[in-house]
Nanobody, 126 residues
């Protein structure tokens, strides 16, 4: 059974850092790529970053490039999102999901039960 569990969210001041984790089970990071998405109150879900371990492919949305860093620990079957220089606009619920990841775009994988995590809240205070 595929399962993704996010953790690491919290409250941080502007300019601070957080590291989110996405623990995967039921598959390995060689099987699927992992992407991070976020959704702020009243806004649509938007992409953040993705990583494909076998190919070493990484992608960042413009809004987070240079501030966020995605990485994968295959031994722990976990993907991390290091978020630095956080801004109030980064406030959102962050989700990880199974994705198809390329160097220029990514999108969620359809038709796989459990392909989304439950989310973790990030609040950046001004």
């Amino acid at each position: 059974e595929v399962q993704l569990v996010e953790s690491g969210g919290g409250l941080v001041q502007t300019g601070g850092s957080l590291r989110l984790s996405c623990k995967a089970s039921g598959f390995t990071l060689d099987d699927y790529s992992i992407g991070w998405f976020r959704q702020a109150p009243g806004k649509e879900r938007e992409g953040v970053s993705c990583i494909s371990s076998p190919e070493g492919t990484i992608y960042y949305e413009v809004s987070v490039k240079g501030r966020f860093a995605i990485s994968a620990d295959n031994a722990k079957n976990t993907v991390y999102l290091q978020m630095n220089r956080l801004k109030p606009d980064d406030t959102a619920v962050y989700y990880c999901a199974l994705v198809r990841c390329s160097s220029s775009f990514y999108y969620p994988v359809a038709g796989v039960k459990g392909s989304w995590g439950q989310g973790t809240q990030v609040i950046v205070s001004s």
